[in-house]
């Protein structure tokens, strides 16, 4: 199947500072891709749709200013936690759709832990 | 507004026993329903999704339109599908994203 690559895995950073987070589809065009934000022990959270090109959709209650979310490529978008803080800390996780029908599998990254100190 | 809803956040059954995870759904249309699931330290990956009406290792799910429900059986449940398992659903208006339920973890003991 196709896949998924999330980078880095695991990030350690002290609050304050930014972190990007990569997204890339290795063998498979993504027109959009998602952002999801998982809670110990809870289910995932969607933060946002990325559509290449053009500006993402934010969930409502997602601040925009702080989870910048650009997607240059067909196969690239990255999420950037500006000015993090300690809440920030969770596991974050990607997903691109190979096409545009409902009906098609959603590819996931591996996710990536945030850490703020 | 499309709302997906796992009741049991912990299902444990023993080796062989059968296995059902409850799925329901909310939304004004017709969805398309998925499970996925996550093996320990793996990460998510699509199990089945009912427009394919396909069994995958032995697990099925048949929609139910008038219950709006996408249960997730098996007859006899291995130690190794002890997993995280999600319902999701995609509508036609929802800009081709997923929601997800909240999980079931399966815990199949010998």
């Known amino acids: 199947g196709a896949v998924v690559s999330q980078h880095p895995s695991w990030v350690i950073c002290k609050s304050g500072t930014s972190v990007k987070i990569e997204c890339r589809s290795l063998?498979?065009?993504?027109?959009?891709m998602f952002w999801y934000r998982q809670f110990p022990k809870q289910s995932l959270m969607l933060m946002a749709t990325?559509?290449?090109?053009?500006?993402?959709?934010?969930e409502q209650g997602v601040e925009k200013d702080k989870f910048l979310i650009n997607h240059a490529s067909l196969t690239l978008s990255t999420l950037t936690v500006t000015s993090a803080h300690p809440e920030d800390s969770s596991f974050y996780i990607c997903?691109?759709?190979?096409?545009?029908?409902?009906?098609?599998?959603?590819?996931f990254g591996q996710g990536t832990r945030l850490t703020v100190v | 507004a499309q709302r997906v809803t796992q009741p049991e956040k912990l299902l444990s059954v023993f080796k062989g026993a059968p296995v059902e995870l409850k799925c329901n759904y909310s939304?004004?249309?017709?969805?398309?329903l998925f499970w996925y699931v996550q093996y320990s330290r793996q990460r998510l990956q699509l199990l089945l999704r009912h427009i394919s009406r396909e069994s995958i290792k032995g697990f099925t799910a048949d929609l139910n339109k008038g219950e709006t429900s996408f249960h997730l059986k098996k007859p006899f449940a291995q130690e190794e599908d002890s997993a995280m398992y999600y319902c999701?659903?995609?509508?036609?208006?929802?800009?081709?994203?997923?929601?997800f339920g909240g999980g079931t973890r399966l815990m199949v003991k010998p």
């Open positions: 990325s559509n290449e090109g053009s500006k993402a959709t934010y």
């Open positions: 063998d498979f065009q993504a027109t959009t």
């Open positions: 939304y004004s249309g017709s969805p398309e």
């Open positions: 997903s691109a759709r190979g096409g545009t029908g409902r009906w098609t599998e959603a590819f």
């Open positions: 999701a659903l995609s509508g036609r208006n929802a800009g081709n994203m997923l929601t």
